[in-house]
Nanobody, 125 residues
Framework: QVQLVESGGGLVQAGGSLRLSCAAS????????MGWLRQAPGKERELVASISWNGGSTYYADSVKGRFTISRDNAKNTVYLQMNSLKPEDTAVYYC??????????????????WGQGTQVTVSS
């Protein structure tokens, strides 16, 4: 059974930092691009960042560019999202996902249908 388990979320003040982790089990995703998406209450799920299979290419939404960094460790089947200078508008449930190809994913539809429970990030002003 394929599982993606996100962790690292929490409550943080504006300007603070969090590091999210996503551990995959049941299969390896070392050949897949990976991504982080988020969904705030009443809003559609949006793509935040993605990374190619070897970490050589990355994509960031304009809203997080310069503040968030995505990385991966294929040996651990894990992908990370370092979030700095957090803003209240970053508040959402964050999900990781495996891309349908090896490359960077630039749209939210470009992921396999494996979803974890997500991890809540709340940024207070």
């Amino acid at each position: 059974q394929v599982q993606l388990v996100e962790s690292g979320g929490g409550l943080v003040q504006a300007g603070g930092s969090l590091r999210l982790s996503c551990a995959a089990s049941g299969r390896t995703f070392s050949s897949n691009g990976m991504g982080w998406l988020r969904q705030a209450p009443g809003k559609e799920r949006e793509l935040v960042a993605s990374i190619s299979w070897n970490g050589g290419s990355t994509y960031y939404a304009d809203s997080v560019k310069g503040r968030f960094t995505i990385s991966r460790d294929n040996a651990k089947n894990t992908v990370y999202l370092q979030m700095n200078s957090l803003k209240p508008e970053d508040t959402a449930v964050y999900y990781c996902a495996a891309g349908i190809s090896s490359y960077v994913v630039a749209h939210k539809e470009g992921f396999l249908d494996y979803w974890g429970q997500g991890t809540q990030v709340t940024v207070s002003s």
